[in-house]
């Protein structure tokens, strides 16, 4: 199934917590699967992180309620509870630890510190990582043979856009640069590129040369 149909789907499901703003969405599960957790009264978050996207980037917050969990390719069918292999970031050293969330639980992140001084940094901050809106969660690693693909930074800034049909790249493929003001545009048929495309590379720090290319 084309994931641009499976995300309307899901869409049209859950649409009462996509209306609302105090819920969040988790992937988990290899990302194959999404967890709708709700910001409480006294959650504190780094919301007001530097993003270049805020509407897609990627958060923490200290503590969160679990209402749903369900698999991307399944989503009318909702489990009771998922573990998932959490991976802590302080100091620059990683740390794993396997997490359950359970259906009306709340889930608590004990080493979350709102005014560290990598508070605006994701990767040296713990925390429950969500984002805020729901297509951010689905397109986040999911891998799917067939339909679109789409890569986001964790500041929200989108790198990469594509399709796939049958595991190979078709149609339209582009990889963003410069917070999405160049793109690389290139055009496969069947996995393999086809026709006229255009690429961006970094010559230094400040200046980037496009070239434009023709297949025979």
Same mark, same amino acid.
């Given at each position: 199934?084309?994931?641009?149909?499976?995300?309307?789907?899901?869409?049209?499901?859950?649409?009462?917590?996509?209306?609302?703003?105090?819920?969040?969405?988790?992937?988990? /599960?290899?990302?194959?699967?999404?967890?709708?957790?709700?910001?409480?009264?006294?959650?504190?978050?780094?919301?007001?992180?530097?993003?270049?996207?805020?509407?897609?980037?990627?958060?923490?917050?200290?503590?969160?309620?679990?209402?749903?969990?369900?698999?991307?390719?399944?989503?009318?069918?909702?489990?009771?509870?998922?573990?998932?292999?959490?991976?802590?970031?302080?100091?620059?050293?990683?740390?794993?630890?396997?997490?359950?969330? @359970?259906?009306?639980?709340?889930?608590?992140?004990?080493?979350?510190?709102?005014? /560290?001084?990598?508070?605006?940094?994701?990767? =040296?901050?713990?925390?429950?990582?969500?984002?805020?809106?729901? =297509?951010?969660?689905?397109?986040?690693?999911?891998?799917?043979?067939?339909?679109?693909?789409?890569?986001?930074?964790?500041?929200?800034?989108?790198?990469?856009?594509?399709?796939?049909?049958?595991?190979?790249?078709?149609?339209?493929?582009?990889?963003?640069?410069?917070?999405?003001?160049?793109?690389?545009?290139?055009?496969?048929?069947?996995?393999?590129?086809?026709?006229?495309?255009?690429?961006?590379? @970094?010559? =230094?720090?400040?200046?980037?040369?496009?070239?434009?290319?023709?297949?025979?």
């Amino acid at each position: 199934m084309d994931s641009d149909i499976e995300l309307l789907d899901i869409v049209n499901i859950y649409k009462d917590y996509i209306c609302d703003n105090s819920f969040v969405y988790k992937p988990c /599960n290899n990302y194959q699967s999404i967890i709708i957790l709700q910001k409480l009264s006294n959650t504190i978050t780094n919301e007001d992180r530097h993003s270049i996207n805020p509407n897609s980037a990627l958060y923490k917050a200290d503590v969160l309620k679990v209402i749903l969990i369900f698999n991307k390719a399944t989503p009318h069918i909702m489990l009771n509870e998922i573990t998932y292999r959490e991976c802590e970031h302080y100091n620059y050293v990683s740390s794993h630890t396997y997490v359950t969330y @359970k259906v009306g639980e709340t889930i608590s992140s004990l080493l979350f510190v709102k005014n /560290n001084k990598y508070d605006y940094d994701y990767d =040296d901050m713990h925390g429950i990582k969500y984002f805020k809106t729901f =297509d951010c969660a689905f397109y986040r690693f999911y891998t799917r043979s067939t339909g679109k693909y789409i890569v986001y930074c964790d500041d929200g800034n989108k790198t990469y856009e594509g399709y796939r049909v049958n595991g190979k790249l078709h149609g339209l493929q582009k990889s963003f640069y410069d917070n999405c003001k160049k793109e690389d545009k290139k055009h496969y048929h069947d996995g393999i590129l086809h026709g006229k495309w255009t690429s961006y590379k @970094k010559m =230094d720090e400040n200046y980037l040369h496009c070239i434009t290319n023709m297949d025979t």
